[in-house]
Protein backbone atom coordinates (compact mmCIF):
# COMPACT_ATOMS: atom_id res chain seq x y z
CA UNK A 1 0.00 0.00 0.00
CA UNK A 2 2.83 2.35 0.94
CA UNK A 3 4.64 1.89 -2.42
CA UNK A 4 1.37 2.83 -4.15
CA UNK A 5 1.56 5.76 -2.57
CA UNK A 6 5.20 6.72 -3.47
CA UNK A 7 4.43 5.59 -7.22
CA UNK A 8 1.43 7.54 -7.14
CA UNK A 9 3.27 10.54 -5.61
CA UNK A 10 6.17 10.18 -8.36
CA UNK A 11 3.84 9.80 -11.17
CA UNK A 12 1.96 13.27 -9.59
CA UNK A 13 4.82 15.04 -9.73
CA UNK A 14 6.07 14.03 -13.26
CA UNK A 15 2.53 14.44 -14.28
CA UNK A 16 2.55 18.00 -13.05
CA UNK A 17 5.98 19.10 -14.00
CA UNK A 18 5.55 18.09 -17.46
CA UNK A 19 2.06 19.42 -17.89
CA UNK A 20 3.96 22.41 -16.94
CA UNK A 21 6.61 22.53 -19.42
CA UNK A 22 5.66 23.87 -22.26
CA UNK A 23 8.33 22.58 -24.86
CA UNK A 24 7.44 19.21 -23.91
CA UNK A 25 3.85 19.88 -23.55
CA UNK A 26 3.89 21.19 -27.13
CA UNK A 27 5.11 17.93 -28.93
CA UNK A 28 1.88 15.64 -28.65
CA UNK A 29 -0.47 18.44 -29.89
CA UNK A 30 2.12 19.08 -32.49
CA UNK A 31 1.86 15.59 -33.73
CA UNK A 32 -2.04 15.64 -34.08
CA UNK A 33 -1.89 19.16 -35.55
CA UNK A 34 0.59 18.23 -38.17
CA UNK A 35 -1.00 14.86 -39.05
CA UNK A 36 -4.34 16.96 -39.62
CA UNK A 37 -2.75 19.59 -41.66
CA UNK A 38 -1.04 16.89 -43.71
CA UNK A 39 -4.24 15.31 -44.12
CA UNK A 40 -6.35 18.59 -45.19
CA UNK A 41 -3.38 19.49 -47.47
CA UNK A 42 -2.93 16.58 -49.16
CA UNK A 43 -6.48 15.49 -49.34
CA UNK A 44 -7.08 17.12 -53.11
CA UNK A 45 -4.47 14.00 -54.26
CA UNK A 46 -7.13 11.44 -53.90
CA UNK A 47 -10.71 11.41 -55.64
CA UNK A 48 -13.49 12.48 -53.28
CA UNK A 49 -11.08 14.43 -51.09
CA UNK A 50 -9.77 11.32 -49.76
CA UNK A 51 -6.28 10.57 -49.14
CA UNK A 52 -4.52 8.01 -51.57
CA UNK A 53 -3.19 5.22 -49.80
CA UNK A 54 0.41 6.30 -50.51
CA UNK A 55 -0.43 9.49 -48.92
CA UNK A 56 -2.18 7.94 -45.94
CA UNK A 57 0.87 5.13 -45.45
CA UNK A 58 3.04 8.66 -44.80
CA UNK A 59 0.73 10.68 -43.14
CA UNK A 60 0.45 7.69 -40.28
CA UNK A 61 3.85 6.36 -40.36
CA UNK A 62 5.24 10.16 -39.85
CA UNK A 63 2.72 10.95 -36.96
CA UNK A 64 3.06 7.60 -35.39
CA UNK A 65 6.70 7.37 -35.16
CA UNK A 66 6.63 10.81 -34.70
CA UNK A 67 4.67 10.43 -31.38
CA UNK A 68 6.67 7.17 -30.16
CA UNK A 69 9.59 9.22 -30.64
CA UNK A 70 8.69 12.76 -29.10
CA UNK A 71 7.02 11.26 -26.16
CA UNK A 72 9.48 8.66 -25.40
CA UNK A 73 12.95 10.07 -25.79
CA UNK A 74 12.40 13.51 -25.60
CA UNK A 75 9.44 14.11 -22.93
CA UNK A 76 10.69 11.33 -20.51
CA UNK A 77 14.10 12.56 -21.14
CA UNK A 78 13.57 16.00 -20.82
CA UNK A 79 11.59 15.80 -17.52
CA UNK A 80 14.42 13.98 -15.81
CA UNK A 81 16.83 16.10 -16.75
CA UNK A 82 14.54 19.02 -15.84
CA UNK A 83 14.64 17.49 -12.35
CA UNK A 84 18.52 17.03 -12.26
CA UNK A 85 18.64 20.87 -13.77
CA UNK A 86 16.25 21.86 -10.38
CA UNK A 87 18.20 19.63 -7.58
CA UNK A 88 14.98 18.21 -7.41
CA UNK A 89 15.55 14.45 -8.20
CA UNK A 90 18.14 14.29 -5.39
CA UNK A 91 15.49 15.62 -2.88
CA UNK A 92 13.35 12.86 -4.17
CA UNK A 93 15.74 10.13 -4.14
CA UNK A 94 16.40 10.55 -0.40
CA UNK A 95 12.92 10.69 0.61
CA UNK A 96 12.29 6.90 0.28
CA UNK A 97 11.26 6.60 -2.63
CA UNK A 98 13.36 4.01 -4.83
CA UNK A 99 14.83 4.12 -8.20
CA UNK A 100 12.01 1.19 -9.70
CA UNK A 101 8.74 3.70 -7.89
CA UNK A 102 10.42 6.93 -9.98
CA UNK A 103 11.11 4.64 -13.03
CA UNK A 104 7.35 3.61 -12.89
CA UNK A 105 6.09 6.99 -11.72
CA UNK A 106 8.72 8.83 -14.30
CA UNK A 107 6.99 6.69 -17.70
CA UNK A 108 3.74 6.45 -16.82
CA UNK A 109 1.53 9.08 -17.99
CA UNK A 110 4.12 9.94 -21.46
CA UNK A 111 3.36 6.12 -21.96
CA UNK A 112 -0.39 5.83 -21.53
CA UNK A 113 -0.11 9.52 -23.48
CA UNK A 114 2.11 7.83 -26.35
CA UNK A 115 -0.61 5.18 -26.64
CA UNK A 116 -3.51 7.28 -26.68
CA UNK A 117 -2.25 9.80 -29.01
CA UNK A 118 -1.59 7.16 -31.17
CA UNK A 119 -5.23 5.97 -31.40
CA UNK A 120 -6.17 9.67 -31.82
CA UNK A 121 -3.70 9.75 -34.93
CA UNK A 122 -5.34 7.07 -36.28
CA UNK A 123 -8.85 9.12 -35.80
CA UNK A 124 -7.45 12.23 -37.61
CA UNK A 125 -6.05 10.73 -40.46
CA UNK A 126 -9.36 9.72 -41.22
CA UNK A 127 -8.27 6.09 -42.40
CA UNK A 128 -11.12 3.90 -42.31
CA UNK A 129 -11.44 1.65 -39.30
CA UNK A 130 -12.47 -1.44 -41.11
CA UNK A 131 -8.60 -1.02 -42.38
CA UNK A 132 -7.09 -1.25 -39.44
CA UNK A 133 -6.70 -4.25 -36.60
CA UNK A 134 -7.19 -2.72 -33.55
CA UNK A 135 -5.83 -5.24 -30.91
CA UNK A 136 -2.60 -5.94 -33.41
CA UNK A 137 -2.11 -1.85 -33.68
CA UNK A 138 -2.48 -1.26 -29.62
CA UNK A 139 -0.23 -4.07 -29.05
CA UNK A 140 2.31 -2.99 -31.23
CA UNK A 141 1.48 0.45 -30.09
CA UNK A 142 2.31 -0.55 -26.42
CA UNK A 143 4.83 -2.58 -26.83
CA UNK A 144 6.94 0.81 -29.01
CA UNK A 145 5.61 3.16 -26.57
CA UNK A 146 7.53 1.57 -23.67
CA UNK A 147 10.93 0.46 -25.51
CA UNK A 148 10.84 4.59 -26.90
CA UNK A 149 9.98 5.26 -22.74
CA UNK A 150 12.87 3.16 -21.65
CA UNK A 151 15.25 5.09 -24.12
CA UNK A 152 14.15 7.79 -22.85
CA UNK A 153 15.22 7.22 -19.43
CA UNK A 154 18.36 6.26 -20.60
CA UNK A 155 18.43 9.53 -22.44
CA UNK A 156 17.41 11.27 -18.97
CA UNK A 157 20.35 9.40 -16.91
CA UNK A 158 22.98 10.26 -19.69
CA UNK A 159 21.86 14.10 -19.43
CA UNK A 160 22.82 16.44 -17.11
CA UNK A 161 20.63 19.47 -18.26
CA UNK A 162 17.29 20.03 -20.64
CA UNK A 163 19.51 20.82 -23.36
CA UNK A 164 21.71 18.43 -23.29
CA UNK A 165 18.97 15.56 -23.14
CA UNK A 166 17.67 16.86 -26.31
CA UNK A 167 21.29 17.02 -27.93
CA UNK A 168 20.79 13.25 -26.95
CA UNK A 169 17.58 13.01 -27.76
CA UNK A 170 17.27 14.12 -30.91
CA UNK A 171 20.02 12.06 -32.82
CA UNK A 172 18.07 9.12 -31.76
CA UNK A 173 15.00 10.28 -33.13
CA UNK A 174 16.06 10.74 -36.39
CA UNK A 175 17.36 7.25 -36.76
CA UNK A 176 14.16 5.64 -35.41
CA UNK A 177 12.15 8.16 -37.13
CA UNK A 178 13.74 8.48 -40.37
CA UNK A 179 15.33 5.56 -41.47
CA UNK A 180 11.58 3.70 -41.74
CA UNK A 181 10.19 6.71 -42.84
CA UNK A 182 12.89 6.87 -45.87
CA UNK A 183 12.88 3.04 -45.76
CA UNK A 184 10.46 3.38 -48.89
CA UNK A 185 12.96 5.16 -50.91
CA UNK A 186 15.73 2.88 -50.31
CA UNK A 187 16.06 -1.15 -50.03
CA UNK A 188 19.53 -0.41 -47.95
CA UNK A 189 17.00 1.78 -45.59
CA UNK A 190 14.41 -0.82 -45.69
CA UNK A 191 16.26 -3.84 -44.82
CA UNK A 192 17.66 -1.57 -41.81
CA UNK A 193 14.55 -0.34 -40.99
CA UNK A 194 13.51 -4.05 -40.73
CA UNK A 195 15.39 -4.33 -37.45
CA UNK A 196 14.22 -1.20 -35.85
CA UNK A 197 11.28 -1.14 -33.72
CA UNK A 198 9.79 1.30 -34.98
CA UNK A 199 10.25 0.15 -38.35
CA UNK A 200 7.89 -2.77 -37.29
CA UNK A 201 5.35 0.01 -36.70
CA UNK A 202 5.53 1.84 -40.03
CA UNK A 203 4.98 -1.56 -41.68
CA UNK A 204 1.87 -2.29 -39.55
CA UNK A 205 0.64 1.44 -40.71
CA UNK A 206 2.00 0.77 -44.37
CA UNK A 207 -0.38 -2.37 -44.13
CA UNK A 208 -3.59 -0.43 -42.70
CA UNK A 209 -3.18 2.29 -45.05
CA UNK A 210 -3.10 0.13 -48.14
CA UNK A 211 -6.02 -1.81 -46.87
CA UNK A 212 -3.89 -4.77 -47.08
CA UNK A 213 -3.95 -7.74 -43.77
CA UNK A 214 -1.48 -6.92 -41.90
CA UNK A 215 0.35 -10.21 -40.14
CA UNK A 216 3.14 -9.72 -37.09
CA UNK A 217 5.96 -12.03 -37.95
CA UNK A 218 7.78 -13.65 -36.08
CA UNK A 219 10.77 -11.37 -36.85
CA UNK A 220 8.83 -8.39 -35.82
CA UNK A 221 7.91 -9.43 -32.16
CA UNK A 222 11.38 -11.03 -31.90
CA UNK A 223 12.87 -6.96 -32.91
CA UNK A 224 9.92 -5.60 -30.75
CA UNK A 225 10.89 -7.81 -27.21
CA UNK A 226 14.34 -8.18 -28.27
CA UNK A 227 14.71 -4.03 -28.50
CA UNK A 228 12.71 -3.89 -25.33
CA UNK A 229 14.75 -5.93 -23.62
CA UNK A 230 18.07 -4.79 -25.02
CA UNK A 231 16.82 -0.78 -23.93
CA UNK A 232 16.11 -2.09 -20.06
CA UNK A 233 19.65 -4.02 -20.02
CA UNK A 234 21.14 -0.79 -20.73
CA UNK A 235 19.11 1.36 -18.64
CA UNK A 236 19.91 -1.12 -15.78
CA UNK A 237 23.49 -1.26 -16.66
CA UNK A 238 23.91 2.30 -16.36
CA UNK A 239 21.12 3.09 -14.02
CA UNK A 240 23.30 0.38 -11.42
CA UNK A 241 26.71 2.14 -12.51
CA UNK A 242 25.32 5.65 -11.69
CA UNK A 243 22.04 5.84 -10.61
CA UNK A 244 20.05 8.39 -12.10
CA UNK A 245 22.54 11.19 -11.75
CA UNK A 246 26.34 10.82 -11.42
CA UNK A 247 28.16 12.48 -9.00
CA UNK B 1 26.68 0.35 17.51
CA UNK B 2 25.05 1.62 21.32
CA UNK B 3 21.47 2.52 21.29
CA UNK B 4 21.40 6.41 21.34
CA UNK B 5 24.03 6.48 18.71
CA UNK B 6 22.03 7.77 15.71
CA UNK B 7 25.24 8.42 13.26
CA UNK B 8 28.61 7.02 13.79
CA UNK B 9 31.20 7.26 11.30
CA UNK B 10 34.45 5.60 11.60
CA UNK B 11 37.63 6.31 9.39
CA UNK B 12 35.93 8.24 7.06
CA UNK B 13 37.74 9.11 3.84
CA UNK B 14 37.26 9.67 -0.08
CA UNK B 15 39.64 10.18 -2.77
CA UNK B 16 38.47 12.21 -6.30
CA UNK B 17 40.98 10.41 -8.41
CA UNK B 18 44.02 11.81 -7.14
CA UNK B 19 42.09 14.30 -4.65
CA UNK B 20 41.60 13.50 -1.04
CA UNK B 21 38.18 15.04 0.02
CA UNK B 22 37.92 13.28 3.03
CA UNK B 23 40.45 12.17 5.38
CA UNK B 24 39.93 9.60 8.72
CA UNK B 25 36.44 11.13 9.62
CA UNK B 26 35.83 9.97 13.27
CA UNK B 27 32.19 11.10 14.94
CA UNK B 28 28.88 10.29 16.49
CA UNK B 29 25.70 11.94 16.92
CA UNK B 30 23.00 11.47 19.53
CA UNK B 31 19.63 12.36 19.67
CA UNK B 32 18.45 15.83 21.02
CA UNK B 33 22.03 17.10 19.41
CA UNK B 34 23.33 19.61 17.42
CA UNK B 35 26.80 18.56 15.36
CA UNK B 36 28.24 21.06 13.51
CA UNK B 37 30.69 20.53 10.62
CA UNK B 38 32.30 23.62 10.09
CA UNK B 39 34.73 24.50 7.49
CA UNK B 40 35.57 26.72 4.27
CA UNK B 41 34.05 25.87 1.00
CA UNK B 42 35.45 22.71 -0.41
CA UNK B 43 36.80 21.33 2.84
CA UNK B 44 34.49 17.92 2.40
CA UNK B 45 31.29 19.11 4.45
CA UNK B 46 28.71 18.19 1.46
CA UNK B 47 30.74 15.37 0.63
CA UNK B 48 30.35 14.14 4.21
CA UNK B 49 26.76 14.84 3.96
CA UNK B 50 26.51 12.61 0.53
CA UNK B 51 28.21 9.92 2.01
CA UNK B 52 26.10 10.05 5.00
CA UNK B 53 22.79 10.06 3.05
CA UNK B 54 23.97 7.44 0.85
CA UNK B 55 24.32 9.84 -2.31
CA UNK B 56 28.02 9.11 -2.56
CA UNK B 57 30.30 6.28 -1.87
CA UNK B 58 33.33 6.63 0.25
CA UNK B 59 36.80 5.32 -0.40
CA UNK B 60 37.51 3.44 3.30
CA UNK B 61 35.72 3.72 6.63
CA UNK B 62 32.17 3.09 8.28
CA UNK B 63 29.07 5.21 8.03
CA UNK B 64 26.05 4.02 9.97
CA UNK B 65 23.18 5.60 9.94
CA UNK B 66 19.95 4.58 12.54
CA UNK B 67 22.18 1.53 12.63
CA UNK B 68 22.67 0.58 9.17
CA UNK B 69 25.88 0.91 6.72
CA UNK B 70 24.93 3.92 4.59
CA UNK B 71 26.52 2.01 1.43
CA UNK B 72 23.01 -0.05 2.34
CA UNK B 73 21.01 2.50 2.82
CA UNK B 74 17.01 1.97 1.93
CA UNK B 75 13.49 3.62 2.11
CA UNK B 76 13.19 2.85 5.50
CA UNK B 77 15.89 4.76 6.75
CA UNK B 78 15.06 7.49 4.11
CA UNK B 79 11.70 7.57 5.76
CA UNK B 80 13.82 8.26 9.44
CA UNK B 81 15.35 10.89 8.04
CA UNK B 82 15.33 14.72 6.49
CA UNK B 83 17.47 16.19 4.11
CA UNK B 84 18.13 19.54 3.17
CA UNK B 85 20.52 19.97 0.50
CA UNK B 86 22.64 23.25 -0.48
CA UNK B 87 20.40 23.68 -3.26
CA UNK B 88 16.52 24.35 -2.34
CA UNK B 89 15.36 21.10 -4.94
CA UNK B 90 11.88 22.49 -4.52
CA UNK B 91 9.09 22.27 -7.56
CA UNK B 92 8.93 25.96 -8.51
CA UNK B 93 6.02 26.02 -10.70
CA UNK B 94 3.98 23.81 -7.99
CA UNK B 95 2.34 25.40 -5.04
CA UNK B 96 3.29 25.97 -1.42
CA UNK B 97 0.53 23.57 -0.53
CA UNK B 98 1.70 21.01 -3.45
CA UNK B 99 5.46 20.92 -2.76
CA UNK B 100 4.39 19.95 0.77
CA UNK B 101 1.13 17.49 -0.26
CA UNK B 102 3.44 15.46 -2.88
CA UNK B 103 5.91 14.28 -0.04
CA UNK B 104 3.15 13.83 2.50
CA UNK B 105 1.93 11.32 0.55
CA UNK B 106 5.29 9.51 -0.28
CA UNK B 107 5.49 9.87 3.68
CA UNK B 108 2.10 8.71 4.73
CA UNK B 109 2.02 11.55 6.48
CA UNK B 110 -1.56 13.32 7.01
CA UNK B 111 -3.22 16.68 5.27
CA UNK B 112 -3.24 18.05 9.18
CA UNK B 113 0.38 17.65 9.67
CA UNK B 114 1.04 19.64 6.13
CA UNK B 115 -0.91 22.39 7.81
CA UNK B 116 1.25 22.64 11.21
CA UNK B 117 4.46 22.51 9.35
CA UNK B 118 2.57 25.43 6.92
CA UNK B 119 1.78 27.17 10.69
CA UNK B 120 5.22 26.52 12.23
CA UNK B 121 7.25 28.20 9.48
CA UNK B 122 4.86 30.56 8.97
CA UNK B 123 3.85 29.99 5.22
CA UNK B 124 -0.21 29.17 6.37
CA UNK B 125 -1.21 32.75 3.96
CA UNK B 126 1.26 31.43 1.22
CA UNK B 127 -0.07 28.11 0.94
CA UNK B 128 -1.42 28.50 -3.03
CA UNK B 129 1.63 30.81 -3.87
CA UNK B 130 3.62 29.33 -6.82
CA UNK B 131 7.02 28.14 -5.00
CA UNK B 132 8.88 29.77 -7.73
CA UNK B 133 7.51 33.59 -6.49
CA UNK B 134 8.60 33.16 -2.85
CA UNK B 135 11.41 35.33 -1.52
CA UNK B 136 14.59 33.86 -0.66
CA UNK B 137 14.03 33.27 2.98
CA UNK B 138 10.51 31.95 2.60
CA UNK B 139 11.93 28.92 -0.02
CA UNK B 140 13.94 27.86 2.51
CA UNK B 141 11.63 27.90 5.25
CA UNK B 142 9.52 25.91 2.65
CA UNK B 143 12.41 23.44 2.29
CA UNK B 144 13.03 23.14 5.74
CA UNK B 145 9.11 22.54 6.45
CA UNK B 146 9.23 19.49 3.80
CA UNK B 147 12.52 18.22 5.78
CA UNK B 148 10.85 17.93 9.20
CA UNK B 149 7.35 16.64 7.47
CA UNK B 150 7.37 13.54 8.60
CA UNK B 151 9.27 14.05 11.70
CA UNK B 152 12.62 12.44 11.13
CA UNK B 153 15.30 11.02 13.51
CA UNK B 154 17.76 12.86 11.95
CA UNK B 155 18.04 16.22 10.36
CA UNK B 156 21.21 17.09 7.56
CA UNK B 157 21.09 20.73 6.90
CA UNK B 158 23.83 21.96 4.21
CA UNK B 159 24.40 25.48 4.56
CA UNK B 160 20.87 26.56 6.13
CA UNK B 161 21.41 30.13 6.49
CA UNK B 162 23.63 30.47 3.56
CA UNK B 163 22.62 33.85 1.72
CA UNK B 164 19.82 34.71 3.96
CA UNK B 165 18.83 37.66 5.80
CA UNK B 166 20.03 37.96 9.25
CA UNK B 167 16.13 38.18 10.49
CA UNK B 168 15.54 34.46 8.11
CA UNK B 169 18.20 33.31 9.56
CA UNK B 170 17.11 34.24 13.11
CA UNK B 171 14.04 32.68 12.17
CA UNK B 172 15.34 29.15 10.89
CA UNK B 173 17.82 29.21 14.09
CA UNK B 174 14.86 28.97 16.21
CA UNK B 175 12.77 26.32 14.36
CA UNK B 176 16.26 24.57 14.74
CA UNK B 177 16.58 24.69 17.83
CA UNK B 178 12.34 23.96 18.89
CA UNK B 179 13.13 20.87 16.75
CA UNK B 180 16.50 19.94 18.97
CA UNK B 181 13.72 20.32 21.88
CA UNK B 182 11.33 17.79 20.09
CA UNK B 183 14.63 15.38 20.12
CA UNK B 184 15.38 15.62 16.59
CA UNK B 185 19.26 14.83 16.41
CA UNK B 186 20.64 17.72 13.80
CA UNK B 187 23.66 17.63 11.45
CA UNK B 188 24.33 20.92 10.32
CA UNK B 189 27.47 21.85 8.18
CA UNK B 190 28.08 25.85 7.86
CA UNK B 191 30.95 28.36 7.22
CA UNK B 192 29.27 30.18 9.77
CA UNK B 193 31.11 30.63 13.02
CA UNK B 194 28.52 32.57 14.93
CA UNK B 195 25.53 30.47 13.57
CA UNK B 196 28.07 27.21 15.15
CA UNK B 197 28.23 28.41 18.59
CA UNK B 198 24.83 29.81 18.97
CA UNK B 199 23.81 26.74 17.90
CA UNK B 200 25.67 23.91 18.26
CA UNK B 201 26.16 20.94 20.85
CA UNK B 202 29.60 20.01 19.54
CA UNK B 203 31.67 20.99 16.27
CA UNK B 204 33.74 19.53 13.78
CA UNK B 205 36.36 21.69 12.52
CA UNK B 206 37.16 20.84 9.16
CA UNK B 207 39.91 21.47 7.23
CA UNK B 208 41.31 20.10 3.71
CA UNK B 209 38.94 17.31 4.21
CA UNK B 210 40.32 16.43 7.85
CA UNK B 211 38.55 17.25 11.35
CA UNK B 212 41.28 19.90 13.29
CA UNK B 213 39.14 19.62 16.25
CA UNK B 214 36.16 18.59 17.98
CA UNK B 215 34.51 19.58 20.94
CA UNK B 216 31.68 22.13 22.37
CA UNK B 217 31.91 25.74 21.04
CA UNK B 218 32.49 26.34 25.04
CA UNK B 219 35.41 24.12 25.13
CA UNK B 220 37.19 24.48 21.78
CA UNK B 221 37.24 28.28 23.12
CA UNK B 222 38.40 27.81 26.24
CA UNK B 223 41.30 25.28 24.95
CA UNK B 224 42.46 28.16 22.70
CA UNK B 225 42.42 31.36 24.65
CA UNK B 226 46.13 31.35 25.73
CA UNK B 227 46.23 35.11 25.88
CA UNK B 228 44.11 36.62 28.02
CA UNK B 229 43.01 39.97 27.09
CA UNK B 230 40.70 42.74 27.41
CA UNK B 231 39.08 45.43 25.76
CA UNK B 232 38.76 48.72 27.50
CA UNK B 233 36.67 51.62 26.22
CA UNK B 234 37.95 54.73 28.29
CA UNK B 235 36.00 58.09 28.70
CA UNK B 236 37.71 59.88 25.94
CA UNK B 237 36.38 57.54 23.70
CA UNK B 238 39.85 55.33 23.30
CA UNK B 239 39.58 51.67 22.77
CA UNK B 240 42.61 49.87 23.98
CA UNK B 241 43.30 46.02 24.04
CA UNK B 242 45.54 45.04 27.06
CA UNK B 243 46.87 40.99 27.42
CA UNK B 244 46.74 39.86 31.27
CA UNK B 245 49.85 40.77 33.05
CA UNK B 246 49.99 42.37 36.28
CA UNK B 247 51.53 45.57 35.06
CA UNK B 248 48.41 46.00 32.73
CA UNK B 249 46.06 44.94 35.72
CA UNK B 250 47.87 47.85 37.68
CA UNK B 251 46.90 50.02 34.87
CA UNK B 252 43.18 48.99 34.27
CA UNK B 253 42.76 49.09 38.34
CA UNK B 254 44.41 53.15 38.59
CA UNK B 255 41.66 53.71 35.54
CA UNK B 256 38.53 51.95 37.71
CA UNK B 257 39.90 54.07 40.27
CA UNK B 258 40.04 57.49 38.73
CA UNK B 259 36.35 56.44 36.96
CA UNK B 260 37.98 56.86 33.88
CA UNK B 261 36.34 53.21 31.99
CA UNK B 262 33.60 53.61 30.11
CA UNK B 263 33.16 49.84 30.10
CA UNK B 264 35.19 46.51 30.25
CA UNK B 265 35.18 43.12 28.31
CA UNK B 266 37.33 40.11 28.30
CA UNK B 267 38.12 38.76 25.16
CA UNK B 268 37.38 35.38 24.78
CA UNK B 269 38.24 33.39 21.43
CA UNK B 270 35.66 32.59 19.14
CA UNK B 271 35.10 29.85 16.48
CA UNK B 272 36.42 31.95 13.88
CA UNK B 273 39.56 32.52 16.04
CA UNK B 274 39.95 28.84 16.68
CA UNK B 275 39.98 27.92 13.30
CA UNK B 276 42.36 31.00 12.64
CA UNK B 277 44.84 29.26 15.36
CA UNK B 278 44.52 25.76 14.39
CA UNK B 279 45.06 26.18 10.62
CA UNK B 280 46.59 29.61 9.86
CA UNK B 281 43.73 30.12 7.35
CA UNK B 282 40.69 32.72 8.19
CA UNK B 283 37.20 31.48 7.04
CA UNK B 284 36.90 34.74 5.42
CA UNK B 285 39.45 34.41 2.97
CA UNK B 286 37.36 31.71 1.22
Known amino acids: MGNMNKLAAVAQIKWLCMSQNTAVVIGPFMVIGMVWGFKILYSNFGPNGELIPIMMAMLLNLGVTMNICINGFLMVGTAIAEEKEKHTLRVLMTSSVTGMQYFIGSILYPFVLTVVINFAILWVSGIEMGQVSVPVFFLVSVIASLISCVIGMIVGICASTQMNANLIGYPLMMVFMMVPILGNLSEGLRRISGFLFTGVVTQMTDCFANGMEYKIEALDIAVLFGELIISMLVFLVMYRKNGYEKD | ?286
Request: proline fraction near 3%.
Open chain 2, 1 to 286: MEQNVLLQLSHISKRYKTELALKDINMELHPGEILGFLGPSGAGKTTTIKIITGQLRQTSGEAKILGTDSANIDASIYERIGVVSDNSGIYEKMTVWQNLNMFAKIWRVPRTRVEEVLRQVDLSEHSKKQAGKLSKGQKQRLVLARAVLHKPRILFLDEPTSGLDPTTAVEIHKMLLDLKKEGMAIFLTTHNMEEATKLCDNVALLYQGEIVEFGSPQELCLKYNHDKRYQILLDDRKEIILEQSPENIRKIAEWMEKDQVQCIHSCEPTLESVFLQVTGKTLNAW
